[in-house]
């Protein structure tokens, strides 16, 4: 198949972390024998054409460079909300689109991936109106989450995933969600999760460090759970040390709330950590605790279970359930502290519970590895080009 990947995320330089999955995805694709180029955002005036291991990324110019800020930093919701921010979004969506267009005419492409149904999959569906190629739209977890409180989203959502020519999600949480919130068929909707670097996590866990969590600190991760679960099990006699491995707004809130408990000397945060430091992070952890609420996906369970670490995670941790399977690897619980230190006292104090991480991670490595995760969109996709 000619592939045009069009995304508001891929790497600007070895080590960034800006759309690394879909970068995995796309150069296994290339190793599988098919022909792929990438229309992603200029990034602050930094545009242009160029060849990244082998695959050619076209960054598009949308705004003057000042502007050019809506990709790459998270903020792209937030900033559509300023005249400025809005123009810009406007225009990305047209470069990406015009950018699209041309590579696909000089590929004669099968098909257009739109990474996030927006704003790359309105730049494919605005394309398709066109004459452009049909185009396959993957949903990732913050796009799905933009339907719940946005009527104009869910609006525009309904057209781009209706003229798309297959849907795939990375969680079947999500895959219900966009059903229900974009009114597409579930039936329509594949679940395919993108790959993790699974050759970064070739050690086991030897435990001995407590409980670890790791992500962005903010209010959906709900790491105060945790603190308070910590601090049951001190006043309990079975003191577990905590640490926390991330960074984000909610840390200031969160080390007063070690302060105030008095569990200074057992809760420790790290602070964000490079995607290659990951597995160091966890490797002596006893168990992974995480009470994030309606994940995407779940990559940081994914994760720990590489490693041999037993999980306990929230019932309502959405694409979690897909990652952590039953049978005692960890458990889904109630998101609440003494549900919380109950599991992770008994996961800590199981024998057995390391073995089980350790079965279930071995069955992800082969499920997420790049390989694996390239073989079975490459299906989906090509099935969408018939």
């Not at 960034?16 to 992603?40: K, N, P, W, Y």
């Not at 930094?46 to 502007?67: C, F, I, K, L, N």
């Not at 790459?72 to 689109?97: D, E, K």
């Not at 302060?259 to 057992?266: K, M, Y």
């Amino acid at each position: 198949m000619r592939i045009v990947c069009v995304t508001h995320a891929y790497p600007r330089f070895d080590g960034d972390v800006a759309g690394a999955f879909i970068e995995r995805f796309v150069l296994a694709l290339a190793r599988r024998g098919h022909t792929v180029a990438v229309v992603a955002p200029a990034d602050a005036g930094r545009g242009g054409r160029e060849v990244r291991h082998g695959v050619t990324v076209v960054r598009v110019r949308y705004a003057p460079a000042r502007w050019e800020t809506l990709a790459y930093r998270g903020t792209m919701a937030g900033a559509v909300g300023s005249l400025t921010g809005l123009l810009a979004f406007v225009a990305l969506v047209a470069r990406l689109s015009r950018a699209a267009a041309v590579l696909a005419r000089s590929m004669s492409a099968d098909l257009v991936h739109a990474h996030w149904w927006v704003p790359a999959g309105l730049a494919a569906w605005w394309l398709r109106r066109l004459g452009g190629p049909p185009y396959a739209v993957t949903m990732h977890g913050t796009d799905v989450a933009l339907l719940e409180h946005s009527r104009l989203g869910r609006f525009l959502a309904r057209r781009v995933l209706g003229g798309a020519a297959t849907i795939t999600t990375v969680s079947s949480y999500l895959a219900d969600r966009a059903a229900e919130l974009a009114g597409a068929d579930r039936r329509r909707i594949a679940v395919c999760p993108m790959p993790l670097e699974t050759s970064r996590f070739g050690r086991t866990s030897q435990g001995g460090g407590g409980a670890v969590t790791l992500g962005r600190l903010t209010t959906q991760k709900r790491i105060a759970i945790l603190i308070e679960a910590v601090n049951r099990l001190a006043a309990e006699g079975h003191p577990v040390p905590l640490t926390i491995v991330g960074d984000g707004p909610e840390r200031p809130a969160l080390e007063r709330l070690v302060t105030e408990l008095g569990l200074r000397s057992i809760v420790r945060f790290t602070g964000q950590v490079e995607p290659e430091r990951v597995s160091d992070a966890l490797d002596d952890a006893d168990v992974f605790a995480f009470p994030a609420r309606q994940e995407g996906f779940g990559l940081a369970v994914a994760e720990a279970l590489l490693q041999g670490i037993p999980v306990v995670a929230a019932k309502d941790g959405g694409g979690v359930a897909d990652i952590l399977p039953t049978g005692g690897a960890g458990y889904l619980i109630e998101p609440e502290p003494a549900a919380f230190a109950r599991a992770i006292r008994e996961l800590r104090d199981d024998p057995g519970a390391r073995a089980r991480a350790a079965e279930a991670g071995a069955v992800l490595r082969e499920r997420l590895s790049p390989d694996t995760v390239a073989r079975v969109l490459e299906g989906v996709l090509s099935r969408a080009t018939a």
